[in-house]
Nanobody, 120 residues
Framework: QVHLVESGGGLVQTGESLRLSCTAS????????MAWYRQNTEKRELVALL??????NYGDAVRGRTTISRDDAKNAVYLQMDNLQPEDSAVYFC???????????????WGQGTQVTVSS
């Protein structure tokens, strides 16, 4: 069983920064892509992803204000968000492609989410 736990959300003012963290635990033989998504009342959208080879991709709404990083020794992924705006308010979810069985497939796992609220 694999669990992803996010932390670091909260209430901030416009223009401030937050750093989200996500750690995977359980039986883990490997992790490929790690990513952050966010969801408001409408849909879940990609914020950023980072592959095991270092390739990154950012959503248009956050590009230039956001940096994703990972620590493979800790099975962790981080999201540094700067110059936050009210429209960044959402629940932020961690996602990871995890190999939970030796020689098994990589399957996608989700965390429970952490709330980010940006007040104007």
């Amino acid at each position: 069983q694999v669990h992803l736990v996010e932390s670091g959300g909260g209430l901030v003012q416009t223009g401030e920064s937050l750093r989200l963290s996500c750690t995977a635990s359980g039986t883990i033989f490997g992790i490929n892509t790690m990513a952050w998504y966010r969801q408001n009342t409408e849909k879940r959208e990609l914020v950023a992803l980072l592959t095991e080879t270092g390739i990154t991709n950012y959503g248009d709404a956050v590009r230039g204000r956001t940096t994703i990083s990972r620590d493979d020794a800790k099975n962790a992924v981080y999201l540094q968000m700067d110059n936050l705006q009210p429209e960044d308010s959402a629940v932020y979810f961690c996602n990871a492609d995890v190999q939970a069985e030796l020689y098994g497939y990589f399957l996608g796992y989700w965390g429970q989410g952490t709330q980010v609220t940006v007040s104007s």
